[in-house]
């Protein structure tokens, strides 16, 4: 444990930053599984709406650089070519 009041102050600063990060982290893998794996009457709009939802959780997760810029480009990347695969399958 910390003695100092700086050292503990430090000690809640690294809690409740770790907190949010993993509220944060919980929340992309979520809406990351609704684009994913959508349930099988999922309407193409449906999925358009939570694609979009997951982006702008991404771009906010990495402007507040919860996580790396370059991962939220990485995974919107993703996302876009599961949707254009999804939209050009025949129906």
């Known amino acids: 444990m910390p003695h100092t ?3 503990k102050k430090s000690m809640r600063q690294i809690e409740k930053r770790r907190l949010q990060n993993r509220a944060t982290k919980k929340t ?3 809406s990351l599984r609704k684009v994913n794996e959508p349930e099988k009457d ?3 709009e449906q999925l358009k709406k ?3 939802a ?3 959780t991404l771009d ?3 402007s507040k650089r919860r996580i ?3 991962k939220a480009a990485r995974k919107k990347s993703q996302i876009d070519r599961l949707i254009n695969k999804k939209a ?3 129906k």
């Open 60 to 62: 906010k997760a990495a």
């Open 50 to 52: 939570d694609a979009i």
């Open 5 to 7: 009041s700086s050292a």
């Open 54 to 56: 997951a982006i702008r």
């Open 28 to 30: 992309i893998k979520l």
């Open 42 to 44: 999922t309407s193409p």
């Open 88 to 90: 050009a399958a025949p």
């Open 68 to 70: 790396h810029p370059n």
